[in-house]
């Protein structure tokens, strides 16, 4: 992706949600450790690898690698312990909808830049 054509603002704001993705890969794999649940276990990995593609997905635009943020996976391994993971994961589901808000206040500003996103949307619902 030629980056030239997206504004310094745009690209801060995908790398705000690759760094989310990532940081969700990250929580979601490691609840699928702690899972004794076979089942469970393979659909929160299934999640952390759907999230680290869409992680990949903003990295072609960013052309960087984001660290997930470590802090934020401590926090939420440390709810997951006290809640249970499926109170945890409508949080984070909840988290990655404030991404989208983002993405539409993105795409108000520069519409082309939201063009791929909003086409991995419609895929996902
Ligand atoms: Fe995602």
Redesign the pocket.
Known sequence: MNQTNISLEALNAIAEFQKI?IT?AKIYASFAKRQKDEHNRKVLEQIAA??AQ?AQIWKKYTNKEVKPCKLKVIFFRFLEMILGYTFVIKLLENG?YDGVANMEKLKKRNPRNCHNYQRRRKARA
Do not use: N, P, T
């Open positions: 993705e969700s759907d999230e869409h990655e």
